[in-house]
């Protein structure tokens, strides 16, 4: 089966950092440019940042950018979000998101999600 | 950046129903704009993708139109299963997502 799952969420301080983690499975994981996507609570979608299957080309939302990492280990099939210098505003769902086709770069065509993990920034 | 908007923000509808959602762009994006449907507690599927492309699966009940800076998502004839929130997102330059639109139940 084709999916997704991610893990590593939970209560963190402001000012704290967690790495979240996605295993993917069912698919060629190094061919496929991933990204993540956050969801605060009852609000909308908001990515933050991808990488291609290479992990040679990143990018990330100005809302993240210098605060947190993302990679993969192509021979663990896994994603990968290291999340720094945490804010009440980083609380959030945060999804893994596979790009629906083999293409080199993030072209923001999300296929597959992952069931979500929940990131709470509070004191 | 490119900011999404789309109206109504909710809407109520009947099974049957005819229902239309706009997405706007506050630039053009050509055509490099998806459609998503969330349930409640669940993470977002991809419904259409290059404005009018049905994935895979997607009853033909759902349909996509526009260019440039405004699209639309119509259901045709709306299902007990359609209930959900609608987000457009546009892929043309980064990536980002309009605010979505819930429809209930009428």
């Known amino acids: 089966e084709v999916q997704l799952l991610e893990s590593g969420g939970g209560l963190v301080q402001p000012g704290g950092s967690l790495r979240l983690s996605c295993a993917g499975s069912?698919?060629?994981?190094?061919?496929?440019?991933m990204s993540w996507v956050r969801q605060a609570p009852g609000k909308g979608l908001e990515w933050i940042s991808g990488?291609?299957?290479?992990?040679?080309?990143?990018n990330y939302a100005d809302s993240v950018k210098g605060r947190f990492t993302i990679f993969r280990d192509n021979s663990k099939k896994t994603l990968y979000l290291q999340m720094n210098s945490l804010g009440v505003d980083d609380t959030a769902v945060y999804f893994c998101?596979?790009?629906?086709?083999?293409?080199?770069?993030?072209?923001?065509?999300?296929?597959?999600w992952g069931q979500g993990t929940l990131v709470t920034v509070s004191p | 950046d490119v900011q999404m908007t789309q109206s109504p923000s909710s809407l109520s509808a009947s099974v049957g129903d005819r229902v239309t959602i706009t997405c706007r762009a506050s630039?053009?994006?050509?055509?490099?704009l998806n459609w998503y449907q969330q349930k409640p507690g669940k993470a977002p599927q991809l419904l259409i993708y290059?404005?009018?492309t049905l994935r895979s699966g997607v009853p033909s009940r759902f349909s996509g139109s526009g260019s440039g800076t405004d699209f639309t998502l119509t259901i045709s004839r709306l299902q007990p299963e359609d209930f959900a929130t609608y987000f457009c997102?546009?892929?043309?330059?980064?990536?980002?997502f309009g605010p979505g639109t819930k429809v209930e139940i009428k």
């Open positions: 290059a404005t009018s």
């Open positions: 990488t291609s299957g290479s992990d040679e080309i990143t």
């Open positions: 998101v596979k790009e629906a086709e083999v293409v080199p770069t993030i072209r923001g065509r999300f296929e597959l």
């Open positions: 630039q053009s994006v050509g055509t490099y």
């Open positions: 069912g698919f060629s994981f190094s061919s496929y440019a």
């Open positions: 997102q546009q892929s043309y330059s980064s990536w980002t």
